[in-house]
């Protein structure tokens, strides 16, 4: 089969060149062709202002408090642990790690354990991050194939309050952009503690002549992390390819991208606390060496963008080839006390999709109409299995199964100016799933389809003195895995299962305010609420995520953008309270829930002066393990630090530190029973955590020739 989602991928993305290539191909200008101009005048879009960090453009056409662009100027100022660093530019957003540095990251925002990213939906490029009925976790969104420098803007959105936003987009989405053209060629050497080294080269050119030669950039990196571990490092080794072809201008555009990951690594889960305490390991060290995990990953993306007349047409096409295996070991020798417990998960998967969309600028009266309407599509065919194993060696199979997946919607929407001090938009999703399940129990197989429609509605009221308020409503969703909205029995077991639904619908409110009254200060302040139908919850002993009861979580965003002179700053603050809403007599907290957020930053920048420097610092806490709250995760917070030299005009030094006050806590933790050697036969409930990495430090070495 892995042969056969290759050749599938391939043929996506051929067929979706030849469609969008003709579609943004020069036409004779209108007036030239005896064609009537439109009087409509399209106003200047937003997607192609160059964002270089978080914009104080917002008030006079946001849609929420709560959305937002950073763009390159962001990245430069924070030293980067690992690419899933990249999405914490996205205010109150945080990005930790529970196993090997190759692994998705662990993702929170807005009170979610999002786990690998369920619940909030990534794209890079247009290609969809988040993967459905993933071997690992429903929603897995695997960031570690981004190269930071070539980032050019992230766009978030809190919240389910945008009809294009189809899966995994609850609590909100971001879409990070890729440069077209670098300033200059870059070539980067990075070394540090652990054994830590990277390498990277990027430049862009022109290509052909005239006035719009179409740029193509190219980047390539090298990396090797062990980490702070003692008992053997991460071992953490790969590659990354970037080639960018890119033309066209804000009225009419076109790019094809191709991208390339391959990475292994020793993953370096989390360990019982029990076990360090007793002294039987170190906090750097682990109980079972085994655990690891490979991933390759090729994307080929095409978009386009074009004006005609009062209207603008946008179309995204993708492929994706996907090959993800990843060895674990959780509860040690809880289920097999003389073979131990390690298992394997196995993903491989081809993927193609993309979304349509088009925008007409119309007169309604005095006032402006602008109406949206679009597609967006998803095919994914899936080989995934769960595997008993040993020494990474498989010993039998618990389940294999393919699956081929569809998912996607319709959306309309609808924005108008009603006065001088109201903004409308509204909005309407139609989302359908379908999957097809065919496993190696056949009572496990099946097919299932569901559909939902989300209504959304935004109103913006202002601007007065620079300050807009805005009021938001809308419905959103998550898709559960395929495999269990079909299941009959518990593969292992073999006692009967529960279903979960194919869509869980959720509901969201923000009431925010916006404003840039105070010169450089960019402030907004939200007060939001989220309730789920249906939570997803981590299962220690499976190493994955079940559908499980229905949730609300509600709070209060704070964030601070300042820019005075050399200064820039910024503070945000997340506080949210989040239960389950059902009566259950284990209790109605929420597992990893996260109360408190608070991320602050300072850097300071001179084009006179050769040095730059900058710090920033995260808190986390208030985030109950088990259901009745008598479990808790300590609070962190961490601080790091960033200092620059310049030794040229085209030389640059600096030095990353990270964990600056060299504290010793956690990057994760979990609540569950496992059971190591000569333990009762039932195993230990324990917290199990992943610690925060050590004091350590990266010394760049950076060329603009």
Same mark, same amino acid.
């Given at each position: !089969?892995?042969?056969?989602?290759?050749?599938?991928?391939?043929?996506?993305?051929?067929?979706?060149?030849?469609?969008?290539?003709?579609?943004?191909?020069?036409?004779?200008?209108?007036a030239?062709?005896?064609?009537?101009?439109v009087?409509?005048?399209?106003?200047?879009?937003?997607?192609?202002?160059?964002?270089?960090?978080?914009?104080?453009?917002?008030?006079?056409?946001?849609?929420?408090?709560?959305?937002?662009?950073?763009?390159?100027?962001?990245?430069?100022?924070?030293?980067?642990?690992?690419?899933?660093?990249?999405?914490?530019?996205?205010?109150?957003?945080?990005?930790t790690?529970?196993?090997?540095?190759?692994?998705?990251?662990?993702?929170?925002?807005?009170?979610?354990?999002?786990?690998?990213?369920?619940?909030?939906?990534?794209?890079?490029?247009?290609?969809?991050?988040?993967?459905?009925?993933?071997?690992?976790?429903?929603?897995?969104?695997?960031?570690?194939?981004?190269?930071?420098e070539?980032?050019?803007?992230?766009?978030?959105?809190?919240?389910?309050?945008?009809?294009?936003?189809?899966?995994f987009?609850?609590?909100?989405?971001?879409?990070?952009?890729?440069?077209?053209?670098?300033?200059?060629?870059?070539?980067?050497?990075?070394?540090?503690?652990?054994?830590?080294?990277?390498?990277?080269f990027?430049?862009?050119f022109?290509?052909?002549?005239?006035?719009?030669?179409?740029?193509?950039?190219?980047?390539?990196e090298?990396?090797?992390?062990?980490?702070?571990?003692?008992?053997?490092?991460?071992?953490?080794?790969?590659?990354?390819?970037?080639?960018?072809?890119?033309?066209?201008?804000?009225?009419?555009?076109?790019?094809?991208?191709? !991208?390339?990951?391959?990475?292994?690594?020793?993953?370096?889960d989390?360990?019982?606390?029990?076990?360090?305490d007793s002294?039987?390991?170190?906090?750097?060290?682990?109980?079972?060496?085994?655990?690891?995990?490979?991933?390759?990953?090729?994307?080929?993306?095409?978009?386009?963008?074009?004006?005609?007349?009062?209207?603008?047409?946008?179309?995204?096409?993708?492929?994706?080839?996907?090959?993800?295996?990843?060895?674990s070991?959780?509860?040690?020798?809880?289920?097999?006390?003389?073979?131990?417990?390690?298992?394997?998960?196995?993903?491989?998967?081809?993927?193609?999709?993309?979304?349509?969309s088009?925008?007409?600028?119309?007169?309604?009266?005095?006032?402006?109409?602008?109406?949206?309407?679009?597609l967006?599509?998803?095919?994914?065919?899936?080989?995934?299995?769960?595997?008993?194993?040993?020494?990474?060696?498989?010993?039998?199979?618990?389940?294999?199964?393919?699956?081929?997946?569809?998912g996607?919607?319709?959306?309309?929407?609808?924005?108008?100016?009603?006065?001088?001090? !109201?903004?409308?938009?509204?909005?309407?999703?139609g989302?359908?799933?379908?999957?097809?399940?065919?496993?190696?129990?056949n009572?496990?197989?099946?097919?299932?389809?569901?559909?939902?429609?989300?209504?959304?509605?935004?109103?913006?009221?202002?601007?007065?003195?620079?300050?807009?308020?805005y009021?938001?409503?809308?419905l959103? !969703?998550?898709?559960?895995?395929?495999?269990?909205?079909?299941?009959?029995?518990?593969?292992?077991?073999?006692?009967?299962a529960?279903?979960?639904?194919?869509?869980?619908?959720?509901?969201?409110?923000?009431?925010?305010?916006?404003t840039?009254a105070?010169?450089?200060?960019?402030?907004?302040?939200?007060?939001?609420?989220?309730?789920?139908?249906?939570?997803?919850?981590?299962v220690?002993?499976?190493?994955?995520?079940?559908?499980?009861?229905?949730?609300?979580?509600?709070?209060?965003?704070?964030?601070?953008?300042?820019?005075?002179?050399?200064?820039?700053?910024?503070?945000?603050?997340?506080?949210?309270?989040?239960?389950?809403?059902?009566?259950?007599?284990?209790?109605?907290?929420?597992?990893?829930?996260?109360?408190?957020?608070?991320?602050?930053?300072?850097?300071?920048?001179?084009?006179?002066?050769?040095?730059?420097?900058?710090?920033?610092?995260?808190?986390?806490g208030?985030?109950?393990?088990?259901?009745?709250?008598?479990?808790?995760?300590?609070?962190?917070?961490?601080?790091?630090?960033?200092?620059?030299?310049?030794?040229?005009?085209?030389?640059?030094?600096?030095?990353?530190?990270?964990?600056?006050?060299?504290?010793?806590?956690?990057?994760?933790?979990?609540?569950?029973?496992?059971?190591?050697?000569?333990?009762?036969?039932?195993?230990?409930?324990?917290?199990?955590?992943?610690?925060?990495?050590?004091?350590?430090?990266?010394?760049?070495?950076?060329?603009r020739?």
């Amino acid at each position: !089969m892995h042969r056969e989602n290759l050749e599938r991928a391939a043929l996506a993305a051929l067929f979706g060149f030849a469609v969008v290539s003709p579609l943004f191909s020069e036409e004779p200008d209108e007036a030239a062709s005896g064609k009537p101009k439109v009087n409509q005048e399209i106003p200047a879009i937003e997607e192609e202002v160059e964002v270089r960090e978080r914009s104080d453009r917002m008030v006079g056409f946001a849609v929420s408090a709560s959305e937002g662009s950073t763009g390159t100027l962001d990245l430069s100022r924070r030293p980067i642990l690992r690419p899933g660093d990249v999405v914490e530019t996205v205010p109150e957003m945080v990005a930790t790690q529970h196993s090997g540095g190759g692994k998705a990251n662990q993702f929170f925002v807005r009170g979610f354990n999002l786990d690998h990213g369920t619940d909030f939906a990534f794209s890079v490029d247009g290609v969809p991050v988040n993967m459905p009925t993933h071997g690992h976790g429903q929603g897995y969104a695997d960031l570690n194939f981004l190269i930071p420098e070539i980032v050019g803007r992230a766009r978030f959105r809190k919240g389910p309050y945008w009809a294009e936003i189809g899966d995994f987009s609850s609590a909100g989405g971001v879409d990070i952009d890729l440069v077209d053209r670098l300033p200059s060629r870059l070539v980067q050497l990075t070394g540090g503690s652990f054994d830590f080294g990277r390498a990277l080269f990027a430049e862009s050119f022109s290509l052909g002549t005239g006035p719009d030669p179409g740029n193509l950039l190219v980047a390539l990196e090298g990396f090797h992390d062990d980490g702070p571990w003692t008992t053997r490092g991460d071992d953490y080794d790969g590659g990354k390819a970037v080639v960018r072809w890119s033309q066209g201008d804000s009225r009419r555009s076109f790019s094809v991208t191709a !991208m390339g990951y391959d990475a292994n690594w020793l993953s370096t889960d989390q360990v019982p606390r029990r076990a360090v305490d007793s002294g039987l390991i170190g906090r750097f060290d682990l109980l079972d060496d085994g655990p690891r995990g490979e991933n390759t990953r090729f994307s080929l993306s095409a978009n386009g963008q074009r004006t005609k007349g009062n209207a603008v047409d946008r179309v995204s096409l993708w492929a994706l080839a996907n090959d993800f295996t990843l060895v674990s070991n959780f509860t040690y020798f809880l289920g097999d006390e003389d073979g131990g417990d390690e298992f394997t998960q196995l993903d491989d998967r081809a993927s193609f999709g993309g979304d349509l969309s088009r925008t007409w600028y119309l007169n309604a009266g005095s006032r402006g109409l602008q109406v949206s309407t679009g597609l967006d599509f998803r095919y994914d065919a899936i080989d995934n299995g769960l595997l008993f194993s040993q020494d990474a060696v498989p010993t039998s199979a618990i389940r294999e199964d393919s699956i081929d997946q569809w998912g996607g919607g319709l959306y309309v929407q609808l924005e108008t100016k009603l006065t001088d001090w !109201m903004r409308v938009t509204a909005g309407l999703r139609g989302h359908f799933y379908d999957a097809d399940v065919t496993s190696s129990l056949n009572l496990n197989s099946g097919t299932v389809s569901d559909e939902l429609l989300l209504p959304k509605l935004s109103v913006a009221l202002g601007p007065w003195s620079d300050t807009e308020l805005y009021l938001n409503y809308g419905l959103g !969703m998550h898709s559960n895995d395929a495999r269990g909205t079909v299941i009959a029995v518990d593969p292992l077991t073999r006692e009967i299962a529960d279903l979960s639904p194919p869509l869980v619908e959720s509901e969201g409110f923000d009431i925010g305010v916006r404003t840039v009254a105070i010169p450089g200060l960019q402030s907004t302040l939200t007060l939001f609420r989220l309730d789920l139908d249906s939570e997803l919850v981590f299962v220690g002993d499976a190493g994955a995520t079940e559908a499980g009861r229905p949730s609300r979580r509600e709070g209060v965003e704070w964030t601070n953008h300042y820019v005075r002179g050399s200064w820039i700053g910024d503070l945000d603050v997340t506080l949210t309270d989040g239960e389950f809403t059902d009566a259950d007599p284990s209790g109605n907290e929420i597992p990893g829930a996260v109360g408190t957020t608070i991320a602050a930053g300072i850097a300071w920048e001179n084009d006179r002066s050769r040095w730059g420097a900058g710090l920033r610092w995260r808190y986390f806490g208030d985030v109950p393990l088990i259901e009745d709250g008598s479990q808790e995760w300590d609070s962190s917070q961490l601080l790091n630090g960033r200092l620059s030299y310049r030794l040229s005009e085209r030389l640059e030094l600096q030095l990353d530190v990270f964990n600056l006050l060299d504290r010793e806590q956690s990057d994760i933790e979990y609540f569950y029973a496992s059971r190591l050697p000569g333990e009762p036969v039932d195993g230990i409930e324990d917290v199990h955590f992943h610690p925060t990495i050590r004091r350590s430090g990266r010394l760049t070495l950076r060329w603009r020739p």
